[in-house]
């Protein structure tokens, strides 16, 4: 057995989950399939210029229709978890009214064969394909969509409660309301700047509609979150440069943790919230079996110029390797994340990292083999940081490698790979890197020492 596999597993406690994580837009493909409303995913790719290879999901994986070979690959990974998505316009093609019956089979067969395979399901309720009619009708702009998410909730788990092991309602709410809806980078790309706050609260509505009518329900899962969490340091040590750090932790950290972890809005932008927010704040901050956290790596912060619309710029923190999409590679800023979470947040659930993964665009050698030794070494780097985390106090519970397979990478459309399998996006045709491998390795190791 390889020193980084036994390095990897060194520190984390027993019980501790591996899984790996996908997302619906990004994999599945089938964009009309069986009755799929559209949804914003779909209008965006649509458009000219949005995507910088001109890319779309229609196709991605074509997982949709190979999800049985898929769910080998999973099987043969070994780990304890898989975590997916289901998307919204497969279930409820506009998004009220009855269940689409053939959209939400699909969810169905794979969460038996999930289970058949030994494999626990993780089914993020949303994770960014808002059906195109919500969109129409104001988005998360408005509050009837959190409404009608509360709904589409129940209705999911009315089928899938008996089964899934942990639900994360809302994937990243702080990145959809940020690239989303204050800038245009992602679906819808409103570009409203400050005025996308609203955004916020009914994404954090939703998830506490969401979890309400999971409880109701009465799933035999766990609920949690699944949110991306970066910590923000300023890019010199000036005393402008360490307030516009601290603006970006309150706007891109607090504002998502604060309502669910302590049922308020941080002071700063609590005036922007709609109302009425002390009754939404007692749904959105109902306790939660564990809190998803996504890390990939630190913002690095500067004051903006005089006269901009906004105060901070994000810049690059430097002096770090980085992956193939350029962000930084720095596994203490897992450990310090999760230390300050735990710090911060008193009666935090126990953590599972829900994401954390890195794009490498490593591809098959002429023998076939897909050496993706910088991944290995980025994987072991980052479980290592989350023991140093557990050593200094933070409870983490598991850790979701993004993602099982090279996808759709929303804006960068194929060209950041994310994969621990390779996938050929002309044939299709998946084969398992050696960081597949590494990662069985690891899970076995991590059984056999705490057999
Ligand atoms: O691919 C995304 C995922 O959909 C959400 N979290 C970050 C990943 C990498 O950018």
Redesign the pocket.
């Given at each position: 057995m390889s020193s980084t596999v036994q390095r990897a597993v060194g520190g984390l406690p027993p019980g501790f989950l591996f899984g790996t994580s996908t997302?619906s837009y990004?994999i599945e493909g089938a964009a009309t399939a069986d009755g799929k409303g559209p949804s914003i995913w779909d209008t965006f790719t649509a458009e000219p210029g949005r995507i910088v290879d001109g890319s779309t999901g229609d196709v991605a994986c074509d997982h949709y229709h190979r999800w049985s070979e898929d769910l080998e690959l999973i099987r043969r990974l070994g780990a304890d978890g898989y975590r997916f998505s289901i998307a919204w316009p497969r279930v409820q093609p506009s998004g009220s009214g009855p269940v689409n019956e053939a959209g939400l089979a699909f969810y169905d067969r794979l969460v038996d064969g999930l289970l058949e395979a030994g494999v626990q399901p993780m089914a993020t309720l949303y994770?960014w394909d808002l059906p195109q009619a919500l969109e129409d009708g104001g988005g998360w702009l408005s509050r009837d969509t959190a409404l009608r998410f509360g709904e589409y909730a129940a209705l999911v788990a009315d089928r899938l409660g008996d089964r899934v092991a942990h639900w994360c309602p809302v994937?990243?709410p702080n990145?959809v309301t940020m690239n989303g809806y204050a800038l245009t980078d992602l679906a819808p790309a409103r570009g409203l700047l400050f005025d996308a706050l609203p955004v916020a609260h009914h994404l954090l509505l939703g998830h506490g509609l969401a979890v309400q009518a999971l409880r109701a329900a009465s799933v035999s899962g766990q609920i949690g979150t699944a949110t991306?969490h970066q910590p923000a340091w300023p890019l010199s040590g000036s005393e402008a440069d360490a307030a516009a750090a601290a603006f970006v932790d309150t706007l891109w950290n607090r504002l998502f943790a604060d309502p669910v972890l302590l049922g308020r809005y941080p002071d700063e932008l609590a005036a922007a919230m709609p109302g009425p927010v002390a009754e939404d704040l007692a749904l959105i901050s109902q306790p939660l079996d564990f809190y998803g956290l996504?890390y990939?790596n630190p913002i690095g912060v500067r004051a903006a110029p005089e006269g901009s619309p906004v105060p901070f710029e994000n810049g690059e923190v430097g002096g770090y390797p980085t992956t193939g999409f350029g962000w930084p590679i720095v596994p203490a800023g897992l450990t310090e994340l999760l230390t300050d979470f735990t710090a911060r947040y008193p009666g935090l659930p126990p953590i599972i990292l829900t994401?954390n993964g890195c794009s490498f665009d490593t591809g098959p050698d002429d023998d076939g083999v897909v050496d993706d030794q910088a991944r290995i070494d980025y994987l072991d780097a980052h479980l290592r940081a989350v023991a140093d985390a557990i050593a200094a106090g933070a409870d983490v519970r598991g850790y979701y490698c993004?993602?099982l397979m090279d996808n759709f990478?929303?804006a960068d459309g194929y060209t950041q790979r994310?994969g621990l399998v390779h996938v050929d996006f002309d044939t299709l045709v998946r084969t398992p890197k050696r960081s597949f491998d590494w990662y069985a390795d690891v899970v076995r190791a991590y059984r056999a020492g705490t057999a």
């Amino acid at each position: 057995m390889s020193s980084t596999v036994q390095r990897a597993v060194g520190g984390l406690p027993p019980g501790f989950l591996f899984g790996t994580s996908t997302a619906s837009y990004q994999i599945e493909g089938a964009a009309t399939a069986d009755g799929k409303g559209p949804s914003i995913w779909d209008t965006f790719t649509a458009e000219p210029g949005r995507i910088v290879d001109g890319s779309t999901g229609d196709v991605a994986c074509d997982h949709y229709h190979r999800w049985s070979e898929d769910l080998e690959l999973i099987r043969r990974l070994g780990a304890d978890g898989y975590r997916f998505s289901i998307a919204w316009p497969r279930v409820q093609p506009s998004g009220s009214g009855p269940v689409n019956e053939a959209g939400l089979a699909f969810y169905d067969r794979l969460v038996d064969g999930l289970l058949e395979a030994g494999v626990q399901p993780m089914a993020t309720l949303y994770h960014w394909d808002l059906p195109q009619a919500l969109e129409d009708g104001g988005g998360w702009l408005s509050r009837d969509t959190a409404l009608r998410f509360g709904e589409y909730a129940a209705l999911v788990a009315d089928r899938l409660g008996d089964r899934v092991a942990h639900w994360c309602p809302v994937n990243e709410p702080n990145v959809v309301t940020m690239n989303g809806y204050a800038l245009t980078d992602l679906a819808p790309a409103r570009g409203l700047l400050f005025d996308a706050l609203p955004v916020a609260h009914h994404l954090l509505l939703g998830h506490g509609l969401a979890v309400q009518a999971l409880r109701a329900a009465s799933v035999s899962g766990q609920i949690g979150t699944a949110t991306n969490h970066q910590p923000a340091w300023p890019l010199s040590g000036s005393e402008a440069d360490a307030a516009a750090a601290a603006f970006v932790d309150t706007l891109w950290n607090r504002l998502f943790a604060d309502p669910v972890l302590l049922g308020r809005y941080p002071d700063e932008l609590a005036a922007a919230m709609p109302g009425p927010v002390a009754e939404d704040l007692a749904l959105i901050s109902q306790p939660l079996d564990f809190y998803g956290l996504n890390y990939y790596n630190p913002i690095g912060v500067r004051a903006a110029p005089e006269g901009s619309p906004v105060p901070f710029e994000n810049g690059e923190v430097g002096g770090y390797p980085t992956t193939g999409f350029g962000w930084p590679i720095v596994p203490a800023g897992l450990t310090e994340l999760l230390t300050d979470f735990t710090a911060r947040y008193p009666g935090l659930p126990p953590i599972i990292l829900t994401e954390n993964g890195c794009s490498f665009d490593t591809g098959p050698d002429d023998d076939g083999v897909v050496d993706d030794q910088a991944r290995i070494d980025y994987l072991d780097a980052h479980l290592r940081a989350v023991a140093d985390a557990i050593a200094a106090g933070a409870d983490v519970r598991g850790y979701y490698c993004w993602s099982l397979m090279d996808n759709f990478e929303w804006a960068d459309g194929y060209t950041q790979r994310f994969g621990l399998v390779h996938v050929d996006f002309d044939t299709l045709v998946r084969t398992p890197k050696r960081s597949f491998d590494w990662y069985a390795d690891v899970v076995r190791a991590y059984r056999a020492g705490t057999a």
